[in-house]
Structure formats: structure tokens, C-alpha cells
């Protein structure tokens, strides 16, 4: 039922109004009416659990009664809210409005998480709350705000996935750990996903402290016990002993090694003044029209650079299998499959949001922050990834038999 506050009222609580911080400064208005309102509700609310008003005389067969009020401090939008909560003898009383043990009103922890998300650390957090809000929080205050989240993010690590995703990228970020007193180096790693609409979606993040193939098959299993039983393209960027496990849970799975990772990691072993010329002749293999042809420009390459350069020529043949699955597609799907530069962007964020933290304190830490930074950022991710009609038709040509009966 919608309330109408009459006129007469405003009028007397504006009375003595002179300037917007009477309204919305520390002791102003707003404030003061929130706190009186939620007083007068707990009030409220205990009159309905007894049974009987405070002015009243309890009744013979109520053995409960009002014991006075405790003082709690709440955080608000409006500041700190000094309330009054009605106690009864029993102990009994559980207030719906503000529940035991709350010390927050309105929005404020959210608030509180809506910052961290966005990278912000703990005196930053502080410094804005103080400043926006008067209101002085502790780093416990903080953490434990924060700390609530980590329920949410086991279950969206652990949730149900799609049967099938056409393309899944998986890559890496390092960031630096307090472990067991000593700072380490550990790597996130992430997938991220093509769903059958189009649509990014992360699929998971996990950390290891030796990567290697028996990790990714621990991963490779996860995915499958979450419900995925299908990928039609996997690109990676070399991974350790990825590319064997991901075979032996996704048999049918195409791998395609990152061409602009393969390009980057050929070019440190040229000299600077050499790297455009080593870069173009490149290009002409992964130019190519076809895989044949790709085939051909490497030849080509090894013989003009093979006696300076020896490394590149003999790992770009050694991977040639992983680094030529694009090639048996069109260029406008060649575009979506041969980089992984959709999840570098993600990290890239990653990277900007962790960038005020030199340590973290466990990898749950992490985990929490970029689960959190997932929210902001995958809000964008209403639309599909540029010429996915036209991969999608070319999948469902190509994968008849695996596609999934609803797509």
C-alpha cells in the first residue's frame, strides 16, 4: 500500500531548513528521520512479537515483557545512525528490520564491496567512505564486508556449465602472494568461453603451484563433472602439458596455439633492428590462404633464417599442429580462433584492478577480487562476439553431430 505524506508534515519538518546541509549533512534532516523512523519501527516490531503495546498493561497469560532498549551504531548512506533496540525479558525478540548482529543499513556494505571490486585497497576504501559518508571504518570492517563474498564465489567457480562451448580461450595472469612469510609468484589461470548464443562467459579460475599436465587434467575434469562434455575449439598460449590433457578429457577438441603469442615469442631471439623484417616474413605464414601454403612460407622462412635465427624456424614446426587449425576456417572465424587477445583483455583488467595491490594474501584473495571485477565487467557482455552468424553456421556445418539439440 502506497503512503501519502501530507503536505502539513513536510512543512513542519522543513521549518527550520536554511541550507542543503540541513537536509543531508551529519546532523541534518535525512539522517535524524531515518534513525527516528527505524527506532519507532523496532518499537513497532516488538509491540507485535509481545502482543501488546508499551502503554498497555500485558495481559494475565503473557509472561514477556519490555526490558528496555540496548544502543547499536549503524552504518548508512546518511553516516553513522545511532538507534535504540527494544529488548524483552525473554530474549526472544529477533528484529526483522535490523537483525541482530546487523551494523549496516541501506546499501553500505554493498557500497563497501562496490569499491573493492573496482580495485580500490583498504585506505583508499577508507579515505572515500570518510570522505562521502563521515563515516570512519576499520580495515576489519572492510575485510569481513568483504569476506561475505567468498560464498558466492565458491558457488559460481562450482555452478552447472553449458553441454557444449564452441570456442574456449584459456591464459593465464601472475600475481604476487604472501605465502608462509615468503613472497611468490602464482598464476591465475582462466577460461573463458564462447557460449552457443555467442556470448563471453568465464567458465572458471584456478591457481596451481606447479603447473603441469596433471593439473590440467584436474581442471579438464572439473569442467566435465560441472557439465561440459563438449569444446569445438580450445586456444591457448603453450601451456604446459595443456594442450595433452585437454585431449584426453575433450578428445574431439581442436587446439589452436596463439599466433600473436607464437609471433612475440619468435621475435626475442632477433635483434631490434632486425624484428620488422623477421615479423613480416612472419606474417606470411600465418597470412597464408591455406595450411598447405602456411606450410610452404615456413620452408620458405627456415631457409632464409635458419642459419641466424635457427630457434624460431624449428618451433614454429614443432608446434605446427597446434599453430595451423585455423587455417581450416574462413578469415572472419580465423579472426575469433588464432589469438587469444579476448582473455588478454580480460587479464588486462585484471592487471588495472590488482594494480594498487603488490601483495595479496592467498589466492582466495584473489579469487574474490576478480570474481568481483567479473561483475562490472561482464555486464558489457550482453551482445555476440563480431561475425559469430557467421562462425556459428560454419559450426553447425562442420559439427553437425555434436552440436547441442537447442541452439
Not at 507485535?48 to 502503554?55: C, I, M, P, Q
Not at 525478540?93 to 549496516?104: A, C, G, M, V, W
Not at 598460449?237 to 619468435?266: M, W, Y
Not at 582473455?343 to 601483495?359: A, D, P, Q, Y
Request: aromatic share 10%.
Amino acid at each position: 500500500m502506497k503512503t501519502q505524506i501530507q503536505d502539513e508534515i513536510i512543512d513542519q519538518l522543513l521549518a527550520n531548513y536554511r541550507k542543503p546541509e540541513d537536509l543531508t549533512g551529519p546532523d541534518g534532516l535525512f539522517r535524524q528521520l531515518k534513525a527516528r523512523l527505524i527506532n519507532r519501527v523496532l518499537d513497532a516490531e516488538l509491540t507485535t512479537h509481545l502482543g501488546f503495546d508499551k502503554n498497555q498493561r500485558p495481559p494475565e497469560e503473557k509472561s514477556n515483557a519490555r526490558n528496555g532498549h540496548s544502543s547499536k551504531t549503524l552504518r548508512s548512506d546518511e553516516g553513522e545512525l545511532p538507534i535504540r533496540v527494544p529488548r524483552d525479558r525473554k530474549g526472544e525478540f529477533e528484529p526483522s528490520l535490523i537483525p541482530k548482529h546487523q551494523r549496516h543499513f541501506d546499501g553500505f556494505d554493498d557500497c563497501i564491496v562496490s569499491l573493492y571490486s573496482r580495485g580500490l585497497g583498504v585506505r583508499e576504501i577508507q579515505e572515500h567512505l570518510k570522505e562521502i559518508y563521515q563515516v570512519d571504518v576499520s580495515a576489519t570492517l572492510i575485510s569481513n564486508a568483504t569476506e561475505a563474498v567468498f560464498e558466492e564465489v565458491n558457488a559460481w567457480r562450482h555452478r552447472c556449465l553449458d553441454p557444449v562451448y564452441p570456442i574456449v580461450w584459456f591464459d593465464a595472469i601472475v600475481v604476487k602472494i604472501r605465502q608462509d612469510g615468503k613472497v611468490t609468484n602464482r598464476a591465475v589461470y582462466i577460461a573463458l568461453a564462447v557460449n552457443m548464443q555467442g556470448v563471453k562467459e568465464v567458465l572458471g579460475m584456478w591457481s596451481s603451484e606447479n603447473e603441469g599436465a596433471t593439473f590440467w587434467l584436474n581442471v579438464a575434469t572439473e569442467l566435465k563433472n560441472r557439465g561440459l562434455s563438449d569444446i569445438f575449439i580450445c586456444c591457448i598460449d603453450g601451456l604446459s602439458g595443456f594442450a595433452k590433457a585437454l585431449k584426453s578429457a575433450f578428445p574431439e577438441t581442436r587446439v589452436q596455439r596463439c599466433i600473436v603469442h607464437q609471433v612475440r615469442n619468435s621475435l626475442k631471439y632477433v635483434s631490434y633492428k632486425n624484428r620488422k623484417e623477421v615479423a613480416d616474413a612472419l606474417k606470411l605464414i600465418y597470412n597464408a590462404p591455406t595450411a598447405e601454403a602456411g606450410w610452404t612460407a615456413l620452408q620458405n622462412f627456415r631457409a632464409l633464417y635458419d642459419s641466424r635465427f635457427p630457434a624460431i624456424g624449428r618451433n614454429w614446426e614443432a608446434a605446427w599442429d597446434e599453430l595451423s587449425t585455423f587455417f581450416g576456417y574462413p578469415p572472419e572465424i580465423r579472426k575469433i580462433i588464432y589469438t587469444t587477445n579476448a582473455i588478454e583483455s580480460l587479464n588486462s583488467s585484471f592487471r588495472k584492478i590488482s594494480r594498487h595491490r603488490n601483495l595479496f594474501p592467498s589466492v582466495d584473495s584473489v579469487f574474490k577480487l576478480f570474481y568481483l571485477s567479473l561483475k562490472n565487467i561482464s555486464r558489457k557482455w550482453t551482445k555476440p562476439v563480431p561475425n559469430w552468424h557467421d562462425a556459428l553456421n560454419r559450426f553447425i556445418i562442420e559439427f553437425a553431430e555434436r552440436m547441442p539439440t537447442s541452439h
